[in-house]
């Protein structure tokens, strides 16, 4: 008699659970009139001048327009030294190719800033240099392309290319694009909540 009632109550439990389970759960769904603060995506980036491991979160509008932070961290055994910074990432999205509910294709393009607050970096020139001598070194703004493949309005994984400004300088002074030695490519995935 113990084993069989011991058999109901742990057969309710599962059943119990089961259809908890099956239930939409509903977090941070974000619609049009709830609060436009809540970011629509969470986002793990991997380079492209954002750190060799930076995750945040983002904003999307009308599928056309998105804005991104992130936190990056670079090891020290890539870079020499420990590096954070701070990337804030502007994309305005070209066109889609696919299907809203099961695959689409979206080539960007976009504009990031990113901050590092490295002590050998500065924002205002140090003073043994003539205001406006250098350019500050702890902002650096760069020009981004990628394509992203977006799955089922939930999965999008990103390929990027980012050239930083002095980087383009460098181009235009030596006539010479080399994308071995300038820029950094990236891959990002971006969960859609």
């Known amino acids: 008699m113990k084993i069989l009632s011991l058999s109901v109550m742990l057969f ?3 059943f119990q659970t089961s259809t908890l389970a099956a239930q939409e759960i509903t977090v941070l769904k974000r619609g049009e009139r709830d609060n436009p603060w809540v970011p629509n995506s ?6 492209a001048y954002a750190g060799y491991l930076a995750a945040g979160f983002g904003y999307e509008w009308r599928d056309t327009w998105a804005v991104d932070l992130l936190y990056g ?6 870079a020499g030294e420990a590096v954070h910074s701070w990337t804030l990432k502007s994309l305005a999205y070209i066109g889609a190719v696919g299907s809203r509910d099961v695959v689409r294709v979206r080539p960007y393009v976009g504009l990031s800033i990113n901050y ?3 002590s050998e ?3 205002q020139v140090p003073s043994q240099y003539p205001a406006g001598y250098y350019p500050a070194s702890a902002v650096r703004p760069a020009l ?3 394509l992203e493949v977006r799955v089922q309005s939930q999965l999008a994984i990103g390929f990027e290319f980012a050239v930083l400004d002095s980087e383009l300088a460098y181009a ?12 950094s490519s990236g891959l990002s995935v971006r969960w859609l909540l």
């Open 116 to 118: 590092s607050p490295d």
């Open 73 to 78: 961290y670079t090891p020290e055994e890539f």
């Open 121 to 123: 970096l500065f924002l």
């Open 144 to 146: 981004i392309g990628g």
């Open 172 to 183: 235009t002074d030596s006539k010479n694009f080399d994308p071995e030695y300038m820029g």
């Open 42 to 47: 969470a986002i793990t980036q991997h380079a």
């Open 12 to 14: 309710a439990l599962l």
